[in-house]
């Protein structure tokens, strides 16, 4: 019978209390697996990368902003926005199949619903409508306003190159397209413009893109009980030998109807205004002139009205001011 001194039975129980240590010990990690040398995404060199890190390259890459241009202006937009998605995880599993010293293409998709909200987005952003001139009175002069040309943009011009520059992994600058939108009225082309001054009982013609001063007549205004009405109308009615029509007010009850002819109220010639039931017409009684006689309107002497109507177009601009 051997016989085992405790010593020597202390380090074997030692030697296989280690061992079984080392056999229990979970094998080390492997190491994560590296693209090969020389392979590259779209240009991008990942070789001797993992794919995390290769991952933050192309990731880093295809989330550059997009810029836009629009005449004058400049900015940018994240790609999301214009719906814009690389594919990224298709480009890694094939840079980590890939062979050293390959070139692997980088593929993106577009989403077309994002893409149209963001394109219709900068029309209402960006689209303008043309301002038209218009005509304004200081110190008892018209001047006429600068029109603006408008801007429209055209949407599915703008939204080609957006997709062309997803497909090519670009970010521009993507001009933005549109048109212009011409005013329809300038300048060059404005009706001419009346002032009447009530306490002068005088009318002012003036024409022309600087509104250059034409000519003036002397009018009859409203009474005081009937006064001619303050403020900035338009000639929207335009008659050769009208015919009179008694209003519906107390001072021509009972009246009638007069056609043209010698003794017709309103003479040869009739602009009707914008303000209700006031106009400016001829008169045989040109002896009211420079009187405040009428009921509103504003006469003048026949001669007088025959010119101004030749002078004037329906869309002119009355100014009749209180001096």
């Known amino acids: 019978m051997i016989r085992i001194r405790p010593i020597v039975r202390g380090v074997l129980a ?3 209390f280690v061992g079984a240590l080392i056999v229990a010990a979970p094998a080390a990690a492997a190491s994560p697996p590296v693209i090969r040398d020389g392979v590259s995404v779209h240009g991008l060199a990942v070789g001797g990368l993992t794919r995390t890190q290769a991952k933050a390259v192309l990731q880093e890459y295809a989330q550059r902003p997009f810029v836009f241009r629009f005449r004058h202006r400049r900015w940018t937009a994240p790609t999301w926005k214009v719906g814009s998605k690389a594919l990224v995880g298709a480009a890694l599993d094939a840079a980590l199949a890939a062979p050293a010293d390959t070139e692997v293409p980088l593929h993106t998709t577009v989403d077309i619903a994002r893409l149209r909200h963001y394109v219709a987005g900068l029309e209402a952003r960006l689209s303008k409508a043309p301002i038209d001139t218009r005509v304004v ?13 408008g801007t429209d943009v055209i949407q599915w011009q703008t939204r080609m190159l957006v997709r062309h520059e997803i497909k090519l992994l670009g970010r521009g600058p993507v001009r933005v397209q549109f048109r212009f939108l011409e005013p329809r009225i300038t300048k060059a082309n404005f009706p001419p413009a009346i002032v009447i001054r009530r306490g002068s009982h005088r009318l002012y013609l003036y024409s022309g893109p600087r509104m250059r001063f034409r000519a003036s007549f002397g009018v009859a205004v409203g009474q005081p009980i009937y006064p001619t009405p303050l403020g900035k109308w338009t000639i929207v009615t335009k008659q050769r030998n009208p015919w009179w029509y008694p209003p519906n007010t107390a001072w021509a009850a009972g009246a009638s109807p007069i056609p043209p002819g010698p003794g017709n109220p309103l003479g040869t010639r009739w ?14 009684d040109a002896a009211s002139i420079g009187y405040s006689a009428s009921h509103g309107c504003i006469r003048m ?20 001011v209180a001096s």
């Open 14 to 16: 030692a030697a296989l």
């Open 137 to 149: 009175l200081k110190d008892l002069h018209p001047r006429l306003t600068q029109a603006r040309r």
């Open 271 to 284: 602009m009707g205004l914008s303000a209700s039931g006031v106009g400016i017409h001829g008169t045989p």
């Open 301 to 320: 002497r026949i001669p007088d009205a025959e010119w101004l109507f030749e002078h004037v177009v329906v869309g002119t601009t009355v100014f009749i």
